[in-house]
Nanobody
């Protein structure tokens, strides 16, 4: 059974940092692009960041560029999202996802083969 399990969410003050982790299991994720998404109350799910297999090229939403960093450790099937300079607008449930096609993650209506359940991030002002 394929599972993506996020951890590391919590409550942090504006300007603070958090590191999210996503543990992937149940199959090999060789070749998969891994992504992070977020959904705030009353809003659509939005793309945050993605990292491709192999060369590990990264892609970010404009709203998080320069503040968030995505990385992956293929040896242990882990994906991370380092979030710095957090703002109240970053408050959301953050989920990780996996798909063979980067474009399916970065499209306005993201479609991924596998999704995690999410972890809550709350940034207080």
């Amino acid at each position: 059974q394929v599972q993506l399990v996020e951890s590391g969410g919590g409550l942090v003050q504006a300007g603070g940092s958090l590191r999210l982790s996503c543990a992937a299991s149940g199959r090999t994720f060789n070749g998969y692009t891994m992504g992070w998404f977020r959904q705030a109350p009353g809003k659509e799910r939005e793309f945050v960041a993605a990292i491709r297999w192999g060369v590990g090229s990264t892609h970010y939403a404009d709203s998080v560029k320069g503040r968030f960093t995505i990385s992956r450790d293929n040896a242990v099937n882990m994906v991370y999202l380092q979030m710095n300079s957090l703002k109240p607008d970053d408050t959301a449930v953050y989920s990780c996802a996996a798909d063979l096609v980067l474009g399916r993650l970065t499209t306005a209506t993201p479609r991924a083969e596998f999704w995690g359940q999410g972890t809550q991030v709350t940034v207080s002002s």
